[in-house]
């Protein structure tokens, strides 16, 4: 994948930026797919709760298999697929067992490549030439390696390095107490046990914080809508609007105290 710059025909393609997409590489299995329940900032009663929010034109998710339960043995990538762009390249994975399932890729793997989940220790493996990209427990990490998508011993989903192009780095551990300290993207040291569940390697789509849309409409379509200030309303809008500006605290569009316990 690669940066798509555009020709500056209208004002709004001079700085477009976007991540190319190999559309032929694409296959959607329907089985995997679903879309969430879309209440365009809504309550259930059908009142306006969130002004930022319009409907969702490209409302999508696929059910991702982040435990890899069927990646016992060898599994290949057969296709790549793109959701949005804050979230990582997902790929979907042809299992020895001849299942399938999506999963979250790594930076440096394509169609073709093979995964695979590590249930004994590093030392006594052989034969193993490529590790990028496994699902292996926490103990069994090679030294001086960057992880992605922990998830701690006694839960099911990751809580860490999630987002495209995020990683954890090893600064320390202790064999004996099987207690990892682990640098989060925050720069921020946590300790985490051996037990913990994670994928080698660094998180895909790393180009994602140079897109740049130029325009309102794409967002607006993602479900997202421009927010206006207070002070630029009218005082029939907002508790801000309207005439000039006055030493009182900060209130809601409903005239609730913003910062009551700051």
């Not at 979250?104 to 590790?131: A, E, R, V």
């Not at 967002?219 to 309207?242: L, Q």
Request: with cysteine; aromatic share 14%; net charge positive.
């Amino acid at each position: 994948m690669f940066l798509q710059k555009y020709k500056p025909c209208t004002s709004t393609l001079r700085f477009k930026q976007n991540i190319f997409k190999f559309y032929y590489n694409i296959q959607n299995v329907d089985k995997f797919f679903f879309r969430l329940l879309n209440r365009s900032g809504r309550s259930r009663s059908g009142f306006k709760i969130l002004r930022s929010r319009s409907h969702n034109k490209y409302n999508k998710t696929y059910s991702i298999n982040y435990n890899n339960i069927f990646l016992d043995d060898l599994s290949v990538i057969t296709s790549i697929n793109y959701i949005s762009k804050n979230k990582c390249f997902i790929g979907l994975l042809k299992n020895s067992n001849n299942s399938q399932s999506y999963t979250k890729l790594i930076d440096g793997l394509y169609i073709g490549s093979y995964t695979k989940m590590i249930n004994k220790p590093f030392k006594i493996l052989f034969n193993i030439d490529n590790l990028l990209g496994s699902f292996m427990f926490l103990n069994y990490t090679p030294q001086n390696s960057i992880v992605s998508n922990l998830i701690k011993s006694n839960n099911t989903l990751p809580k860490y390095a999630k987002s495209s192009g995020t990683y954890l780095s090893i600064f320390n551990c202790y064999e004996e107490l099987n207690i990892f300290i682990l640098i989060l993207p925050s720069g921020l040291k946590k300790i985490f046990s051996g037990y913990s569940k994670i994928l080698l390697g660094r998180n895909s789509n790393i180009l994602n914080k140079s897109v740049c849309y130029s325009k309102a409409g794409f967002n607006i379509n993602n479900g997202w809508k421009p927010v206006v200030r207070g002070v630029a309303m009218n005082p029939v809008d907002h508790p801000h609007g309207g005439r000039t500006k006055v030493n009182k605290p900060e209130k809601s569009p409903w005239g609730w105290i913003a910062k009551k316990n700051k």
